[in-house]
């Protein structure tokens, strides 16, 4: 998704904690500002430079984080009503919350729930998303026919702010706005029904609509059959405290540290009918994505010398053209740049090395099991004191088959299967993490010292 300015969209300047509007003909880089460190949201972050013209932020340009963190919006982040623009949402109830009264899918219709944190192929880092298991994935997909079509609903009243293809006419995002600056993302629905199935033909020459229409809670509005559709629910009142480097993710994915735990947000009946579907039983239930720990291995890391989510080089953030989002060039993937150690999002006793750059430096994310063996801290225990500690690598399995494109069942395990490879990790003084990954070796006696294969990553 790209998320470069809108046209027509004012950008907003962070200045003493307060979102002041600007001219949208300044929104973009290259425009013209008044007040050289101003810092303006356009999509990407924007800096007013010393000759009055703005260019893209880069971490130097953003005050360093508190130590330990966040533990709210930084002034200088885009609120998400910024990122997620709604123009006539619903009002917001006295409470300043939105209850969800209406399940996404029926009940009857859920197969386990996949949560949040997954890593998996170049989602390096934990997804922002869970995955509602629906009931068609149970049978082979060449026996599904036109019946077996689940519906999709709202569950509150709504906004629909955008609905997009990604990348194939069978795989739909949909954003809604609710109110109480709380919106709710579905991904990979298969296409347009009910409410919206007017929009379908529409959608398909176009590839992208911002419709900007009401919808009723419990208004069907799309339908899912070959893939688990995806679920999110952000909140702008909310923040995730676990992102060191929130900065990182103002070059893509700036909802990201607005993502919360969808349940506590329905009725309490729905949400127990939920969670109960869920697949990890360890709270919480629907999991997490920001497992940075300060001073430790733990959490995402990006490349030196990227900016962040983008995957970009620094180099290009200094041009003075407009940048999109998605493709990064002369790389596969913009994940190139992306590492995550983290808990898997069941079994979170368990941890993940997940990274975009194994063996082919433009790009092939993979994600192993890293094995914790006696004596070796966990990442999360990881720190400078620790030195260098040599992990082993494993690829693994569900431990229970399944059906069908079902997902595994609840609580299921994880197993080792085989080595793939080391990975040597550092933590350093200055917050940075040093790597060096050794594909295909099995024995850890084999890492002799870092060599010029050694890749500094940052938050």
Same mark, same amino acid.
């Given at each position: ?321 407009? #940048?999109?989002?998605? &493709?990064? +060039? @002369?790389?596969?993937? =913009? /994940? ?5 150690? $983290? ?89 940075? #993490?040093?790597?060096? &990954?050794? +594909? @295909?070796?099995?024995? =850890? /006696? ?5 060599? $010029? ?7």
């Amino acid at each position: 998704m790209s998320l470069s300015p809108r046209r027509g969209c004012a950008a907003l300047v962070f200045a003493s904690g307060l979102l002041v509007p600007v001219d949208a003909a300044a929104q973009s880089v290259g425009g013209s500002c008044a007040t050289p460190g101003q810092l303006a949201w356009g999509g990407y972050l924007l800096v007013c430079s010393a000759a009055g013209s703005y260019r893209y932020a880069l971490h130097d340009d953003v005050p360093p984080a508190p130590e330990g963190g966040y533990t709210e919006r930084p002034a200088w982040f885009p609120r998400l009503s910024d990122v997620f623009r709604a123009t006539s949402p619903p009002a917001c109830p006295a409470s300043g919350r939105i209850t969800f009264t209406h399940p996404v899918v029926r009940v009857q219709d859920l197969l386990p729930i996949i949560p949040q944190g997954a890593m998996i192929g170049d989602h390096v880092t934990p997804i922002d998303h869970g995955y509602i298991g629906i009931t068609p994935l149970g049978k082979p997909r060449a026996a599904r026919t036109e019946a077996d079509y689940v519906p999709v609903y709202a569950p509150a009243d709504a906004e629909v702010i955008e609905i997009a293809l990604l990348g194939s006419p069978r795989s739909i995002r949909i954003v809604m706005a609710h109110g109480c600056e709380t919106y709710s993302v579905y991904m990979v629905l298969n296409r347009l029904s009910g409410a919206l199935a007017h929009l379908q033909d529409d959608l398909l020459a176009k590839g992208r609509l911002d419709p900007h229409i009401p919808l009723l809670a419990g208004s069907e509005f799309a339908e899912g059959r070959d893939n688990p559709p995806d679920f999110s629910v952000h909140d702008g009142s909310r923040w995730l405290t676990g992102f060191l480097s929130p900065f990182s993710y103002t070059t893509s994915d700036a909802w990201k540290p607005y993502t919360v735990d969808p349940w506590p947000y329905f009725s309490p009946d729905l949400a127990a009918a939920y969670e109960s579907r869920m697949q990890r039983i360890a709270a919480p239930r629907w999991g997490r994505i920001d497992y940075d720990i300060a001073g430790t291995a733990s959490g995402n890391w990006f490349l030196a010398g990227t900016v962040g989510y983008s995957g970009r080089l620094e180099a290009d953030f200094r041009t003075s053209e407009r #940048l999109y989002g998605g &493709v990064v +060039p @002369g790389k596969l993937t =913009p /994940a190139w740049s992306h590492l995550a150690i $983290a808990p898997h999002q069941v079994q979170p006793g368990r941890w993940i090395f997940s990274i975009g750059w194994w063996r082919d430096e433009r790009g092939d994310p993979t994600q192993s099991l890293l094995e914790v063996r006696d004596g070796q801290p966990q990442p999360s225990a990881l720190t400078p004191a620790s030195g260098i500690v040599v992990y082993r690598l494993w690829n693994w399995l569900n431990a229970t088959s399944v059906a069908g494109d079902s997902p595994p069942p609840i609580g299921y395990d994880i197993t080792g299967v085989r080595i793939v490879g080391l990975a040597a990790v550092q933590v350093n003084a200055d917050g940075t #993490l040093s790597v060096e &990954v050794m +594909p @295909g070796v099995e024995d =850890p /006696a084999a890492f002799r010292g870092f060599t $010029a294969a050694k890749r500094t990553y940052r938050r």
